[in-house]
């Protein structure tokens, strides 16, 4: 399996239209992967909190559409990175958009754990409440969003709904870049599965942001890693190997806790 993470430069002064015309071209060019992953909110910028509400969609808006063309025309499957999506009956959410190779809506996942505090995402969205898979031709995708990435809970949770590859977008800060590449790896070597972690470049908000979007096999061992700039990460995955570690390092089947519900005396 071939996978194409597109880190994109989300700079200020570049409108959202834009911006999505030139992401979409980047997508149509990946037509020789089987898997193409975008960052985290990118139409707006992850810490551009006051555009949240301005630029939010609903899930079906101009940037579904876009993707779900742009999957079609490449013939891949999409990870659309996430978008701020307008829920007509609720909040805003920073939901996610799986695309197969026919530009069918293959999944949606809106972010669990919200970043902020008590600020920014974490009171101008809500949380979503449901873990989401993907199965593509030889793997099972989990899918999380950024900040989730620090709660291992729920990539468990992701690896006994069946994934075996983890898809993170992200807008990662510069200023805790260590903990971005530390936490995948971690993920990838718990979990005993492909972690596939696509961030951002450039500066949202006046906040640097750390690319070094980042591809780690089951034993931990970075594969592929992006510098700080604008880049497409590109990289060959033997899907059959979550399979044989699992296999050859059994650590998953001596899991004693979460399994079941505690009993109480």
């Known amino acids: 399996m071939r996978a194409s993470l597109i880190q994109i430069d989300v700079n200020e002064g570049e409108s959202v239209e834009s911006r999505r015309q030139r992401v979409t071209a980047l997508v149509r060019e990946q037509a020789e992967a089987d898997l193409v992953v975008l960052p985290e909110l990118w139409t707006t910028g992850a810490f551009a909190y006051e555009e949240f509400a301005a630029e939010?969609?609903?899930?079906?808006?101009?940037?579904?559409?876009?993707?779900?063309?742009?999957?079609?025309?490449?013939?891949?499957?999409?990870?659309?990175?996430?978008?701020?999506?307008?829920?007509?009956?609720?909040?805003?959410?920073?939901?996610?958009l799986v695309f197969s190779p026919s530009g069918e809506l293959a999944a949606a996942y809106r972010k669990i754990h919200r970043f902020g505090f008590d600020k920014g995402e974490a009171v101008l969205m809500g949380a979503g409440q449901e873990l989401v898979t993907v199965r593509l031709p030889g793997t099972t995708l989990g899918l999380a969003t950024c900040y989730d990435l620090r709660f291992p809970e729920l990539f468990r949770g992701l690896v006994d709904a069946g994934a075996e590859t983890l898809v993170v977008p992200a807008g990662w800060p510069e200023r805790r870049r260590a903990h971005w590449t530390l936490l995948a790896q971690a993920r990838a070597v718990e979990n005993q599965a492909f972690v596939l972690a696509c961030g951002t470049a450039g500066t949202h908000a006046g906040v640097p942001q750390a690319g070094h979007s980042i591809v780690v096999d089951p034993w931990g061992e970075v594969l592929a890693e992006a510098g700080a700039g604008e880049e497409i990460l590109t990289v060959d995955l033997d899907p059959a190997r979550v399979a044989a570690t699992r296999e050859q390092f059994p650590a998953l089947k001596d899991r004693l806790l979460g399994l079941a519900p505690p009993r109480h005396r």
């Open 56 to 96: 939010a969609e609903p899930l079906e808006g101009p940037t579904y559409e876009a993707m779900a063309k742009a999957a079609s025309e490449a013939g891949v499957w999409l990870h659309a990175g996430s978008i701020p999506e307008r829920d007509p009956d609720g909040p805003l959410y920073n939901t996610a």
